[in-house]
Nanobody, 116 residues
Framework: QVQLVESGGGLVQAGGSLTLACAASGSLFRIARLGWYRQAPGKQRDLVATITMTGSTNYADSVKGRFTISRDNAKSTVSLQMNSLKPEDTAVYYC??????????WGQGTQVTVSS
C-alpha cells in the first residue's frame, strides 16, 4: 500500500504562485510515475502534469510554461510549482502515484483557489 499526503494549497490572487507538495509512504518500489491531477466543481478529474522515475515530464496544454513538476526520489516526494495562476486553475489538486502494474494511488486532495 501507498499513502499520499498533499500540502500547499490555498487562496491566491491571479498572477500569483503556489507550490504543492506530496509526501509518500509505504511500498514505493513499484512506483513508475508520479503526477498531479485536478478536479473543478462539476467537472471530471484531469491530468495536470506527470513525471516518470527517469525524469520525463508531461504537462496539460493549459499549464505548459506556467507549472513545473519535480520529484525527490530519496525523500519520496513530488512537487508542483504553479506560477502565473489564473482563476481557471481553481480546483482540488490530487497527487497520484502509478505503479508499474498501472495501479493508481491518490492523495486526499488540496484546494487551490485563484481569485480574479
Amino acid at each position: 500500500q501507498v499513502q499520499l499526503v498533499e500540502s500547499g494549497g490555498g487562496l491566491v490572487q491571479a498572477g500569483g504562485s503556489l507550490t504543492l507538495a506530496c509526501a509518500a509512504s509505504g511500498s514505493l518500489f513499484r512506483i513508475a510515475r508520479l503526477g498531479w491531477y485536478r478536479q473543478a466543481p462539476g467537472k471530471q478529474r484531469d491530468l495536470v502534469a506527470t513525471i516518470t522515475m527517469t525524469g520525463s515530464t508531461n504537462y496539460a496544454d493549459s499549464v505548459k510554461g506556467r507549472f513545473t513538476i519535480s520529484r525527490d526520489n530519496a525523500k519520496s516526494t513530488v512537487s508542483l510549482q504553479m506560477n502565473s495562476l489564473k482563476p481557471e486553475d481553481t480546483a482540488v489538486y490530487y497527487c497520484n502515484f502509478r505503479s508499474s502494474r498501472s495501479q493508481d494511488y491518490w492523495g486526499q486532495g488540496t484546494q487551490v483557489t485563484v481569485s480574479s
